[in-house]
């Protein structure tokens, strides 16, 4: 046991509960000398999505690149932290290599919501094919399918969550 392990679990538990007020002290703590603190400041802050307090953080001359790195991080792993980050892009609050870290992740983002929201950020050229409103069983059958991909979007929880209803190979309901 480190000196460290219980200012840790205290900050753990102030994220978990998201206790009134908190969220100032805890951002603090990322001047701390310990990473394992900052990690669990970072982490606590996330949780508590009080963007009040994680706004000038994240904008903050003093605080590093690898810090403000870990929050896009840990935000962009939500939804609303996904559209809060997309707010600071579009309103040019964040960094550029930050805004870049962030639509990577959204990009990627289980939620074909989020996805969507940063389908901007793609050239146009590179961007999924979609139906449209409008479509031919021909034109679907013509593309060329991928099997893991489409393992992957079958057992993906989220918008297309086909393996709620659907069994394929032993896996789904």
Same mark, same amino acid.
């Given at each position: ?5 219980? +200012? ?29 603190? =900052? ?61 870049? +870290? ?17 389908? !901007? ?7 999924? !094919?979609?139906?449209? +409103? ?34 394929? !190979?032993? =896996?789904?309901?």
């Amino acid at each position: 046991m480190t000196a460290a392990d219980p +200012q840790i679990a205290a900050i753990q538990v102030a994220g978990r509960l998201s206790l009134p007020g908190s969220s100032q002290p805890i951002a603090k703590l990322l001047g701390s000398p310990i990473a394992e603190v =900052q990690t669990a400041a970072v982490k606590a802050l996330v949780l508590q999505r009080d963007t009040n307090v994680i706004n000038p953080l994240l904008t903050m001359p003093g605080l590093s690149a690898a810090l403000k790195g870990q929050l896009v991080e840990g935000l962009a792993q939500s939804t609303d932290g996904a559209v809060f980050l997309l707010r600071l892009i579009d309103t040019k609050k964040l960094d550029p290599a930050l805004s870049r +870290q962030a639509i990577a992740l959204a990009i990627e983002h289980p939620d074909t919501n989020v996805r969507l929201l940063f389908e !901007k950020f793609i050239p146009e050229n590179q961007r999924p !094919k979609t139906l449209g +409103q409008e479509f031919k069983a021909a034109d679907i059958l013509a593309l060329k399918g991928d099997a893991v991909r489409g393992e992957s979007v079958f057992l993906r929880s989220g918008t297309a969550a086909c393996n709620k209803c659907h069994r394929v !190979k032993g =896996q789904g309901g």
